[in-house]
């Protein structure tokens, strides 16, 4: 599976962003897709996670009430829509999709969260 992600950019704090990520597989509906992010000097971590029919949802404690996942199986899409973002935020945002044993990442996608 290919994955492309788009929507990154620069934004103040107190801003909001989304972000997109377009999925190869025409049987995007069986995936289970996540977005992680990595900031500079720190590990990759999860952000959020729906499960292949967008019936379930989780996220991390840092984004829960700020960022919601979403997606849309006829596209092929899934998203991140980030509100009052945080200069914590800011990171490399990497889509993700899993099915089975199958893994895929994205390039990845700047965030920066600046005045």
């Known amino acids: 599976v290919q994955l492309v992600e788009s929507g990154g950019g620069l934004v103040q704090p107190g801003g909001s962003l989304r972000l997109s990520c377009a999925a190869s597989a025409f049987t995007f509906s069986s995936y289970a897709m996540s977005w992680y992010r990595q900031a500079p000097g720190k590990e990759r971590e999860l952000v959020a996670a729906i499960s292949s029919a967008g019936g379930s949802t989780n996220y991390a404690d840092s984004v829960k009430g700020r960022f919601t996942i979403s997606r849309d199986n006829a596209k092929r899409t899934v998203y991140l829509q980030m509100n009052s973002l945080k200069p914590e935020d800011t990171a490399v945002y990497y889509c993700?999709?899993?099915?089975?044993?199958?893994?895929?990442w994205g390039q990845g996608t700047q965030v920066t969260v600046s005045s």
């Open positions: 993700h999709s899993t099915r089975g044993l199958s893994v895929s």
